[in-house]
């Protein structure tokens, strides 16, 4: 019933725009749904073993009680139905010997074979869930994971068999089990022979809710991917990542939103999430893409960007576009104070902030809520920083011709290099601007030490509530988290620190 809740993005989505539906608290346990999918997951995984062990010993004893020799009570009760008049408490029928008649359950019984492929459906479906399937091999994780629909219907049909019976209330009247515990009466007026009848299945008034939300999020998916994209730029930037910009008629997005892509001309099926770098004020909207994998090698290669020469736009493969879809960042602009951290490419929501950021103050500075921003970047290489240092200069210019300098501090952390970049680095150390990234606030290496900078920002925000956003790796998130709860103070009146994390 739970399982396919979270994810339906656009219901979520949907609540999540919602104030009346949700407060800020309520939200932000909606950004957990792929957390709260993968313990449902493992629930059922749990529950599974439970229910399957317990069957393997019920099918045993029921085919052993087929076979028991004339004397005790399983064995009155496993022939019922052998004489007419009679209906079957044992629903194992056939007399063979185990491990054949166990085997003969499970796959001649509609509940034995209907068991048997959904089981192996959840085995295949949660295996090729790890993180390492997902990172290496995606379109494994993405084609198993579709079994769900043969999971869903094998689970609806999997009691039409009825093979949990019991005693029907009519016979339970006329032939009390206390009063008839002697089979050799049994078909007397006083104990007549006992009728039973199997259980309806009751696992479709469950799931039927859930699977009708779903299949409503998927018409809505497939009715959003028709509609017309055009990519009006794709634009080559260093280290592997290629940026596209496209336009799509009635497309509205927030910042920090993300969107799911379709390329046909790589694969007719697969659709994979990217957060959108183009802030809402711009009249197209952008993705950046690095190249990790089959997929986006893929979308490289068809957009031309493995050619030297100019590509012409009708050239450009076709894309599909769902969503965008809501996450933690959209809730920056509901704080005074923030803290932005991004990892290598886990930068890219917190390029759309900053544009929209960029384009407030241009307009109309008063009417933004936001009064400072911590940025984080952490990066092993130094060309990934330069995709992202013109966005950063233009923001640094903008602020200090508008004399609010302080409003954006941001600490760019290197923390991979080799021997020559060191000394390379030493040599232009005291030049104006940084050697990496042409800004004036120099480039630091190593990583942050975040005790020191949580204390540091709740001395200087006292009182305040300040949002955390990571983008990036789980072992960051659980430090930032960490952090987050041990810089808050008990006090109502104190600092906190609210921990987002970026989610899909």
């Given at each position: 019933?739970?399982?396919?809740?979270?994810?339906?993005?656009?219901?979520?989505?949907?609540?999540?725009?919602?104030?009346?539906?949700?407060?800020?608290?309520?939200?932000?346990?909606?950004?957990?749904?792929?957390?709260?999918?993968?313990?449902?997951?493992?629930?059922?995984?749990?529950?599974?073993?439970?229910?399957?062990?317990?069957?393997?010993?019920?099918?045993?004893?029921?085919?052993?009680?087929?076979?028991?020799?004339?004397?005790?009570?399983?064995?009155?009760?496993?022939?019922?139905?052998?004489?007419?008049?009679?209906?079957?408490?044992?629903?194992?029928?056939?007399?063979?010997?185990?491990?054949?008649?166990?085997?003969?359950?499970?796959?001649?019984?509609?509940?034995?074979?209907?068991?048997?492929?959904?089981?192996?459906?959840?085995?295949?479906?949660?295996?090729?869930?790890?993180?390492?399937?997902?990172?290496?091999?995606?379109?494994?994780?993405?084609?198993?994971?579709?079994?769900?629909?043969?999971?869903?219907?094998?689970?609806?049909?999997?009691?039409?068999?009825?093979?949990v019976r019991r005693q029907t209330k009519e016979s339970l009247e006329v032939h009390s089990p206390q009063d008839c515990k002697n089979y050799n009466e049994w078909g007397s007026q006083k104990?007549?022979?006992?009728?039973?009848?199997?259980?309806p299945p009751m696992t479709w008034k469950w799931v039927v809710a859930p699977m009708f939300l779903y299949l409503c999020e998927r018409l809505v998916r497939f009715w959003r991917s028709q509609?017309?994209?055009?990519?009006?730029?794709?634009?080559?930037?260093?280290?592997?990542?290629?940026?596209?910009?496209?336009?799509?008629?009635?497309?509205?997005?927030?910042?920090?939103?993300?969107?799911?892509?379709?390329?046909?001309?790589?694969?007719?099926?697969?659709?994979?999430?990217?957060?959108?770098?183009?802030?809402?004020?711009?009249?197209?909207?952008?993705?950046?893409?690095?190249?990790?994998?089959?997929?986006?090698?893929?979308?490289?290669?068809?957009?031309?960007?493995?050619?030297?020469?100019?590509?012409?736009?009708?050239?450009?493969?076709?894309?599909?576009?769902?969503?965008?879809?809501?996450?933690?960042?959209?809730?920056?602009?509901?704080?005074?104070?923030?803290?932005?951290?991004?990892?290598?490419?886990?930068?890219?929501?917190?390029?759309?902030?900053?544009?929209?950021?960029?384009?407030?103050?241009?307009?109309?500075?008063?009417?933004?809520?936001?009064?400072?921003?911590?940025?984080?970047?952490?990066?092993?290489?130094?060309?990934?920083?330069?995709?992202?240092?013109?966005?950063?200069?233009?923001?640094?210019?903008?602020?200090?011709?508008?004399?609010?300098?302080?409003?954006?501090?941001?600490?760019?952390?290197?923390t991979g290099w080799d021997e020559s970049q060191a000394t390379h680095f030493a040599v232009h150390h005291d030049e104006k601007k940084d050697v990496i990234t042409g800004l004036t606030q120099?480039?630091?290496?190593?990583?942050?030490?975040?005790?020191?900078?949580?204390?540091?920002?709740?001395?200087?925000?006292?009182?305040?509530?300040?949002?955390?956003?990571?983008?990036?790796?789980?072992?960051?998130?659980?430090?930032?988290?960490?952090?987050?709860?041990?810089?808050?103070?008990?006090?109502?009146?104190?600092?906190?620190?609210?921990?987002?994390?970026?989610?899909?």
């Amino acid at each position: 019933m739970l399982i396919l809740l979270p994810v339906c993005r656009n219901l979520l989505s949907f609540l999540r725009g919602s104030s009346a539906c949700c407060s800020t608290r309520i939200r932000r346990q909606l950004d957990r749904n792929l957390t709260f999918h993968k313990m449902v997951a493992w629930m059922i995984a749990l529950h599974t073993a439970i229910h399957t062990i317990a069957h393997l010993f019920n099918v045993e004893w029921l085919v052993e009680a087929r076979l028991n020799k004339k004397g005790n009570l399983s064995y009155a009760l496993s022939q019922l139905e052998d004489k007419p008049d009679q209906t079957y408490l044992n629903f194992v029928r056939e007399k063979y010997e185990n491990p054949v008649g166990g085997l003969y359950v499970a796959f001649t019984y509609l509940a034995g074979l209907t068991g048997v492929i959904i089981t192996l459906c959840l085995i295949l479906i949660i295996t090729s869930s790890t993180k390492t399937i997902r990172r290496s091999y995606f379109e494994v994780f993405w084609y198993t994971h579709h079994l769900f629909v043969i999971f869903f219907i094998g689970l609806v049909i999997h009691g039409v068999g009825r093979i949990v019976r019991r005693q029907t209330k009519e016979s339970l009247e006329v032939h009390s089990p206390q009063d008839c515990k002697n089979y050799n009466e049994w078909g007397s007026q006083k104990c007549p022979v006992p009728q039973f009848a199997g259980n309806p299945p009751m696992t479709w008034k469950w799931v039927v809710a859930p699977m009708f939300l779903y299949l409503c999020e998927r018409l809505v998916r497939f009715w959003r991917s028709q509609q017309k994209v055009v990519i009006t730029k794709v634009v080559v930037h260093p280290f592997k990542t290629i940026e596209l910009q496209m336009m799509k008629k009635g497309f509205k997005m927030e910042v920090g939103q993300y969107i799911f892509v379709k390329c046909p001309a790589i694969s007719r099926l697969e659709w994979h999430p990217f957060t959108l770098t183009s802030a809402p004020e711009e009249d197209y909207f952008s993705i950046h893409v690095r190249i990790v994998g089959d997929w986006t090698e893929g979308l490289f290669n068809v957009c031309g960007c493995d050619k030297q020469e100019f590509q012409e736009a009708w050239k450009l493969p076709k894309i599909a576009v769902d969503g965008p879809f809501g996450t933690a960042s959209e809730d920056v602009f509901s704080y005074e104070t923030v803290m932005l951290v991004g990892a290598g490419i886990g930068v890219t929501p917190f390029a759309s902030v900053l544009k929209s950021v960029w384009y407030k103050y241009c307009h109309d500075a008063t009417s933004l809520r936001l009064k400072k921003i911590y940025f984080y970047w952490l990066c092993r290489d130094t060309h990934a920083f330069e995709w992202f240092a013109d966005l950063l200069q233009s923001l640094e210019t903008q602020m200090q011709e508008r004399d609010n300098a302080e409003f954006l501090s941001y600490n760019i952390y290197l923390t991979g290099w080799d021997e020559s970049q060191a000394t390379h680095f030493a040599v232009h150390h005291d030049e104006k601007k940084d050697v990496i990234t042409g800004l004036t606030q120099k480039t630091l290496y190593g990583r942050p030490n975040w005790e020191n900078e949580f204390k540091t920002i709740a001395q200087k925000h006292a009182g305040s509530r300040i949002g955390v956003f990571l983008c990036g790796p789980e072992a960051l998130a659980d430090s930032l988290n960490k952090q987050s709860i041990n810089n808050s103070e008990a006090d109502p009146r104190g600092v906190h620190f609210i921990f987002n994390k970026e989610n899909f």
